[in-house]
């Protein structure tokens, strides 16, 4: 706690600059020098990258970012600036393993390494999905019950007791209570009482992540969000956070969204800001883990071919420089339901586990509906762990995620998008399994996949 106070007294005593500067005089102009200078690019038709110097060259652009930028205060208009030397101590204290859950239920996440021996893990459930609350436990079920799921997350709970839940409202104090209530009644009923958590995902300010810093909520082998703002910005909402957590002792993971196409702009640029953002997130979010989700500025998904190309890039970029604990978020265009939803998280579980990421997921239908299930967390961990057993080489992960993307790619096309249906449509709510109709996709796309060579 004590080093953290340096970093209020920066807020307030570093350099003034206006939010509209930062963005375009600072983000946008740096990631463009730093592309032309490190001579980045990207190609459609190498998704997965197999080029370690472009790689390399990557985490170097977003190093060099790290230390000329620092990070935007957006509550005080100053610039938190740090030196190279912070930013590497930062590095030398990030977590190389982390032990969440208890007792027989515990896991262990790691820092993955290239050619990583032992599989990745994973979490299952909607993050931040609206999920109504007469199903909300129900659904968590249909995740945390796939034996293959090591630590549970969650939707959000946007109504509670049919009233809509508004950002600082009292009310987000009881959705995101009543959502960890829930979480640990669904890990009951599965027998995984001590299975470790991603939780308060019902907190969208920082009233109710603060009110749920209790073993009855959340415990201290739990973990919860600590939002790095786009791009490269905190404000004192989410640094409060941190010091709830520094001094309760959650497990912090930073959420940095980077948008694809945005600031940072092409594919090679937005990897620098994802590089440099998870450098700083070391020190302003006191990050044990990070997660990977950068976002398409048009499409969302994280199975559009640039954000897979982003992925790629910056879990190798870390894996090869500086391992740290990251874990990729799986947001498909398609929702339950539709057979376009697996072969979107298919192609992330793929390349997530191929270039050293865990994995989470699935946040169906660019997690904006409740169209979720257990379903897709259980093909996520299945295609991973087929692709970790079978070793594939980068090459053919990518082969493999250029005989995926036409198969899903007109989604992306679709004015209506591809949302498929809600939870309670596709799970039977008294038995919690599928449904005839999306069991029997998942066998057909299942099987399709066995005879093209993948050893499910």
């Not at 390399?56 to 000329?68: L, T």
């Not at 019950?145 to 709970?157: F, H, K, Y």
């Not at 669904?186 to 920082?206: C, D, F, I, K, T």
């Amino acid at each position: 706690m004590q080093d953290f106070f340096e970093i209020f007294d920066r807020a307030v005593s570093g350099n003034y600059i206006s939010e509209e500067d930062w963005d375009i005089q600072k983000v946008a102009a740096t990631a463009r020098r730093l592309v032309k200078k490190y001579h980045l690019e990207w190609d459609p038709r190498q998704i997965v990258v197999d080029d370690s110097q472009l790689v390399d060259a990557v985490y170097q652009a977003g190093f060099e970012m790290a230390v000329e930028l620092g990070v935007y205060c957006r509550s005080t208009e100053r610039i938190i600036n740090f030196s190279q030397d912070e930013i590497e101590a930062a590095l030398n204290k990030t977590p190389q393993t982390l032990v969440m859950g208890e007792g027989k239920d515990q896991r262990t996440l790691y820092a993955r390494h290239m050619d990583e021996e032992r599989p990745p893990l994973f979490f299952g459930g909607s993050p931040g999905s609206p999920i109504p609350e007469r199903y909300f436990l129900e659904n968590v079920i249909s995740y945390v019950q796939e034996p293959s799921i090591d630590l549970a997350t969650c939707g959000t709970l946007t109504a509670v007791n049919g009233r809509i839940v508004r950002t600082g409202h009292p009310l987000e104090v009881v959705a995101t209570r009543r959502e960890l209530l829930l979480m640990h009644k669904a890990l009951e009923r599965v027998n995984r009482p001590g299975m470790g958590m991603l939780g308060a995902q019902s907190s969208v300010s920082e009233l109710g992540d603060l009110s749920v810093a209790s073993p009855t909520y959340l415990r201290t082998c739990d973990s919860h969000l600590v939002p790095m703002l786009n791009e490269l910005k905190v404000d004192f909402r989410n640094l409060a956070r941190v010091v709830n957590s520094l001094g309760y002792g959650m497990i912090n993971a930073s959420l940095p969204c980077v948008i694809m196409g945005g600031l940072g702009g092409a594919p090679p640029g937005s990897a620098v800001v994802n590089v440099a953002s998870f450098l700083l997130a070391n020190l302003v979010c006191q990050a044990d883990y990070h997660i990977l989700h950068p976002i398409h500025i048009r499409q969302v998904a994280t199975s559009a071919p640039e954000v897979l190309w982003v992925i790629s890039v910056v879990g190798q970029a870390f894996a090869r420089n500086a391992p740290s604990i990251i874990v990729a978020d799986i947001y498909p265009k398609s929702g339950a339901g539709t057979i376009e939803l697996l072969y979107e998280t298919a192609a992330n579980a793929i390349v997530n586990t191929m270039t050293g990421s865990h994995l989470e997921g699935c946040g169906s239908a660019d997690g904006k509906l409740p169209n979720c299930s257990g379903l897709e967390a259980r093909w996520m961990a299945e295609v991973a762990l087929a692709s970790h057993q079978m070793k594939m080489s980068l090459r053919q992960a990518n082969d493999w995620v250029l005989k995926l993307l036409p198969l899903y790619e007109k989604v992306f096309s679709s004015p209506e998008g591809n949302p498929g249906s809600p939870f309670d449509q596709v799970y039977d709510l008294d038995t919690l399994k599928p449904m005839d109709s999306w069991q029997k996709i998942y066998e057909t796309v299942k099987e399709q996949l066995r005879l093209e060579g993948m050893n499910l």
